[in-house]
């Protein structure tokens, strides 16, 4: 199974960058997924990483680093909409490739 | 295109009933997963479905839990015996394959359920 810690809350103003980290234990890693959920709805995709690296994706880009477990979503020029929880998943190379989700971060964007 | 649909939306049941949970997955999804959602928690998987198939039970909590799935469509999610603690938003996703890849799990609006 996997170990994935996440920062419960964050704070940010409208504008400005954030950084959402996520660090995992895995046995045999698979992929790691970054969804959005807003409060009462459900996850929606953001991004997707297998290999070490950068993927931008317009206003959100997300990187990731197998040899250290460790990954982070950013964010640009937020906005109120940002306003949501941001989980990260992580699949392993079980027989089932489940994605284990993380508690996911809270990010509130204020003026 | 449709996504993930799920029903009902809101269910208000008393301890100790059984309660159905259905979920309609994206047209040609093969994958079925269900997973539940207590209030500010992660996302606790529960069954998984390739097909009509549950090759992995292992997140069912108890032995009041069981899912089923036909035609490599809808699937429903019971609950027998309902207690308060499986009050929880219960969401379920759908994904093209299950084999690794992108795999993406697109996910319905989820079924509240609230036990009294």
């Known amino acids: 199974g996997q170990n994935i810690d996440q920062p419960t809350e964050m704070t940010a103003t409208e504008g400005a960058i954030v950084q959402i980290n996520c660090t995992y234990q895995t046995s045999g890693f698979n992929g790691l997924f970054w969804y959005q959920q807003h409060a009462g709805e459900a996850p929606t995709f953001l991004s997707y990483n297998v290999l070490d690296g950068l993927e931008e994706k317009g206003r959100f880009s997300s990187f990731l680093s197998r040899s250290k477990g460790y990954s982070y979503l950013l964010l640009k020029e937020l906005q109120m909409k940002d306003s949501a929880s941001y989980l990260c998943a992580v699949r392993d190379q079980g027989g089932s490739y489940i994605p284990t989700f993380g508690r996911g971060t809270s990010l509130i964007v204020h003026p | 295109g449709a996504g993930v649909s799920q029903s009902p939306s809101n269910k208000v049941t008393e301890k100790g009933k059984d309660v159905e949970l259905r979920c309609d997955p994206i047209s040609g999804h093969t994958a079925l997963y269900w997973y539940r959602q207590r209030l500010g928690q992660g996302l606790e998987f529960l069954i998984y479905?390739?097909?009509?198939?549950?090759?992995?039970k292992s997140g069912l909590p108890s032995d009041r839990f069981s899912a089923e799935r036909t035609g490599e469509s809808v699937s429903t999610l019971t609950i027998q015996r309902t207690q308060q603690e499986d009050s929880a938003v219960y969401l379920c996703?759908?994904?093209?394959?299950?084999?690794?890849?992108?795999?993406?799990?697109?996910f319905g609006p989820g079924t509240r359920l609230t036990v009294l």
């Open positions: 996703a759908s994904s093209l394959t299950s084999g690794g890849g992108t795999d993406t799990q697109y």
């Open positions: 479905f390739q097909g009509n198939s549950a090759p992995d």
